[in-house]
């Protein structure tokens, strides 16, 4: 029996971190779609259908608040959203509580991103 992969939008506007995101997940079961910014992630959650989302806190323009705000109206708070972040302020805590969204911290660990995005789709579609 094949699985499917996993269908995941990422927005990072750092080319670095788009590489090294497509190299932790090639094998790892993922269908990716990789964007640079909150605009092109809205337009292509509007455009397919997604699993799970990961989002740079900051980027250009919309922002990842804005761009979970923006899947929170159409999707509501069961799509599992991950925001990454270097942030550790009380304001950024808030801000993704207020949301329900995950958060990982950078650096992020690539050898268990996978893992981790694997068990929160599981965990949302109880």
Request: charged share 20%; aromatic share 8%; net charge negative.
């Amino acid at each position: 029996m094949t699985v499917a992969p996993l269908r995941l939008l990422a927005a990072d506007d750092d080319p670095t971190a788009g590489l090294l995101l497509k190299a932790a997940l090639v094998s790892g079961g993922f269908a990716l779609t990789l964007v640079d910014n909150g605009s092109d992630a809205l337009r292509a959650f509007e455009q397919a259908d997604f699993d799970i989302a990961l989002l740079d806190v900051e980027m250009p323009g919309l922002d990842g608040f804005e761009v979970c705000s923006a899947i929170r109206q159409t999707r509501g708070v069961d799509f599992p959203v991950v925001l990454v972040t270097g942030r550790c302020d009380h304001e950024f805590f808030e801000r993704a509580a207020q949301l329900s969204a995950s958060y990982i911290a950078k650096p992020v660990n690539w050898t268990s991103l996978g893992g981790m995005l694997h068990s929160l789709v599981a965990s949302k579609a109880r």
